[in-house]
C-alpha cells in the first residue's frame, strides 16, 4: 500500500546543530508539504513543493530549508536549530494540481531542540 | 488577526447529542475548504470537503457560507469514537496559501 513515512519519529539536539528530517512518500504525489504544530498555533506551513526542483516558502520559513530531487522525497533542514523550533513537524503530500485537493500526512516528527 | 480561527473547546458531550463547531476566516477570497480530525498524537487526516451547496457524510454534515465567511462542522448522534481534535483548513484563491485552525477538542462522555 502507498504511504507517507518520516524520520526519525523523535529527536533531540542541541541548539545550534543543523538537524535533517526525512519524509518519503509511496504515493507518486506532486505535491509535498512540511508542518510544524504547536500548542496554541494549529499546523503551520513551512515549506511546499509542486514537483521536482519546485520549492516555495510558506508561512514560518525561516530558519528551514528544502530540496527536491526526486518525486519520493523531500527532506528538510533546520541550518542552525534553537529552542524555537521544538515542536512536531508533520509532513505531507497530495495529488492534484495545486494545493486544493487532500493531503495525506505522514505521522509525525517530534523534536526537541535543548 | 488570524487567518483562520476555531473555537478550542473543549466540547464535552454525552453520546447521542448532536454538535456543532464553527470556524471562521478572514479572507474573501478563499476557495477551498476542508475539515480534519487529528486524534491525540497522532496526524491529521482528511474528514471531509466543504462546498457552498453543502454535504453531508452519514452522521456529518458540512456547511460554507461564504457571505459571512465560515463553515461549520454538524455531528449527529454522536459516538465515543467521535472524540478527536477537528481542524478547519482554509485554502486561498492562489492555492498555495492554505491555512489550519488551532482545532476543536470534542469528547463524547459515555
Known amino acids: 500500500d502507498a504511504e507517507i513515512t518520516q524520520s526519525p519519529r523523535h529527536k533531540i539536539t542541541e541548539t545550534g546543530r543543523q538537524v535533517t528530517l526525512a519524509c518519503h512518500q509511496t504515493?507518486?504525489?506532486?505535491?509535498m508539504f512540511w508542518y510544524r504544530q504547536d500548542l496554541g498555533h494549529g499546523l503551520r506551513l513551512i515549506h511546499y513543493?509542486?514537483?521536482?526542483?519546485?520549492?516555495n516558502k510558506g508561512e514560518v520559513s525561516d530558519g528551514y530549508s528544502v530540496s527536491r530531487s526526486n518525486t519520493e522525497d523531500l527532506p528538510l533542514t533546520l541550518e542552525s536549530a534553537a529552542s524555537s523550533q521544538t515542536s512536531v513537524y508533520f509532513c505531507?503530500?497530495?495529488?492534484?494540481?495545486?494545493?486544493?485537493?487532500?493531503?495525506?500526512f505522514g505521522p509525525g516528527t517530534r523534536l526537541t531542540v535543548l | 488577526r488570524k487567518e483562520v480561527e476555531q473555537d478550542p473547546g473543549p466540547f464535552n458531550v454525552p453520546e447521542g447529542a448532536t454538535v456543532a463547531f464553527n470556524c471562521t476566516y478572514s479572507?474573501?477570497?478563499?476557495?477551498?475548504f476542508f475539515w480534519y480530525r487529528q486524534d491525540c498524537r497522532k496526524e491529521p487526516k482528511l474528514l471531509m470537503s466543504?462546498?457552498?451547496s453543502g454535504n453531508e457524510d452519514g452522521r456529518f454534515t458540512a456547511q460554507l457560507n461564504r457571505a459571512s465567511q465560515y463553515i461549520s462542522l454538524l455531528i449527529r448522534d454522536s459516538k465515543l469514537s467521535d472524540s478527536a481534535t477537528y481542524l478547519c483548513?482554509?485554502?486561498?484563491?492562489?492555492?498555495?496559501?492554505?491555512?489550519f485552525g488551532t482545532g476543536t477538542s470534542l469528547t463524547v462522555i459515555p
Open positions: 466543504v462546498y457552498s
Open positions: 483548513v482554509v485554502i486561498s484563491n492562489t492555492g498555495n496559501q492554505f491555512y
Open positions: 504515493w507518486n504525489h506532486n505535491n
Open positions: 513543493s509542486y514537483g521536482v526542483q519546485d520549492t
Open positions: 505531507a503530500s497530495s495529488d492534484y494540481p495545486g494545493a486544493t485537493d487532500t493531503q495525506y
Open positions: 479572507n474573501s477570497a478563499s476557495q477551498s
